[in-house]
């Protein structure tokens, strides 16, 4: 469990994170903020590159800062890519062990472990210098993985990869966090996180807005009604009924003709109602969806707020 209490860090007058309160356990949880909102400064206090300016970091009841015992459960794979160009993947990685503590046996075994659970195994032996985003990418998380840490925290690991590679990676951490690992990603690209996880912490600014399932968050956020699309190819006689009920605040014609977009405090009594409409009344309802489910509308209201 990875917790942090009041945790601030300043850059002289610059605010990098301020006050944040949080936990982090098993499972994947997805850091959002836009570039700047201090995802990276929050990284490096969990993991101990930092010590915070107030409050504390801590990691299974310990602190981190300056503590060679909770640096052993971290794995960590930074934004920049900072390799030895002329060494290969498999070298690069098995020093890395080596640095760990591990025996050059045990060192070269867990990294061919980890090579082959990334994909890398079988183009290990080649320069990091010709390697693809996406083979350094790969590298860098075997390296924090090759000792087998409790937990994981990748910093923008998705930048760069082509569509394919990113759904390989996403499955790779699934998997990860399947084993009880708790994984950290950052990210300021909205759709890859819901790829990802429905686990959020969202920073703005150096300080966490919100936390928790993005369905609970959405919720909580009762300033702005719940807008509901609701496609039928005769939109204004649905429009019709669904203005009498007494949950629907507002209903608008999409420029189209052929949906509507209803707004409603009430979504849950909404989302109950819809199929007893086609039903009993034989409403022309072709389907329903909401945009406000999305990661992208929960964090403009957040910020606008």
């Given at each position: 469990m990875i917790q942090l209490q009041n945790a601030s860090r300043w850059y002289g007058q610059v605010m990098g994170v301020n006050d944040v309160t949080c936990e982090i356990g098993p499972g994947v949880t997805a850091l959002l903020g836009m570039n700047g909102a201090g995802k990276s400064t929050l990284m490096r206090l969990i993991t101990g590159q930092m010590q915070p300016t107030t409050g504390s970091v801590m990691v299974d009841g310990e602190?981190?800062?300056?503590?060679?015992?909770?640096?052993?459960?971290?794995?960590?794979?930074?934004?920049?890519?900072?390799?030895?160009?002329?060494?290969?993947?498999?070298?690069?990685?098995?020093?890395?062990?080596?640095?760990?503590?591990?025996?050059?046996?045990?060192?070269?075994a867990r990294a061919e472990r980890v090579l082959a659970e990334v994909g890398m195994a079988d183009r290990a032996d080649k320069k990091i210098a010709g390697y693809s985003k996406g083979m350094r990418q790969r590298i860098k998380l075997a390296q924090a993985m090759v000792h087998d840490p409790q937990a994981i925290l990748l910093d923008e690991p998705l930048n760069g990869l082509d569509p394919v590679g990113r759904r390989e990676f996403i499955n790779l951490l699934g998997d990860l966090a399947n084993q009880g690992k708790t994984i950290l990603v950052s990210s300021h690209i909205l759709f890859e996180v819901e790829q990802m996880t429905r686990s959020i912490l969202l920073l703005n600014r150096g300080r966490?807005?919100?936390?928790?399932?993005?369905?609970?968050?959405?919720?909580?956020?009762?300033?702005?009604?719940?807008?509901?699309?609701?496609?039928?190819?005769?939109?204004?006689?649905?429009?019709?009924?669904?203005?009498?009920?007494?949950?629907?605040?507002?209903?608008?014609?999409?420029?189209?003709?052929?949906?509507?977009?209803?707004?409603?405090?009430?979504?849950?009594?909404?989302?109950?109602?819809?199929?007893?409409?086609?039903?009993?009344?034989?409403?022309?309802?072709?389907?329903?969806?909401?945009?406000?489910?999305?990661?992208e509308s929960i964090f403009g209201y957040l910020v606008e707020a």
């Open positions: 602190s981190v800062f300056g503590n060679p015992n909770v640096y052993r459960k971290l794995g960590y794979c930074p934004e920049i890519d900072d390799f030895y160009e002329h060494w290969s993947g498999r070298k690069f990685v098995t020093h890395l062990a080596r640095l760990t503590g591990f025996s050059a046996t045990e060192a070269k966490l807005l919100a936390s928790g399932d993005l369905g609970v968050i959405r919720e909580l956020i009762d300033k702005y009604p719940h807008r509901v699309r609701v496609e039928s190819h005769e939109p204004r006689r649905v429009a019709e009924r669904l203005v009498s009920l007494p949950f629907v605040l507002k209903v608008e014609f999409d420029p189209r003709g052929d949906a509507l977009e209803v707004q409603t405090r009430e979504p849950g009594k909404f989302y109950d109602f819809i199929p007893q409409l086609v039903l009993d009344e034989n409403l022309p309802i072709e389907g329903f969806s909401s945009p406000d489910n999305n990661l």
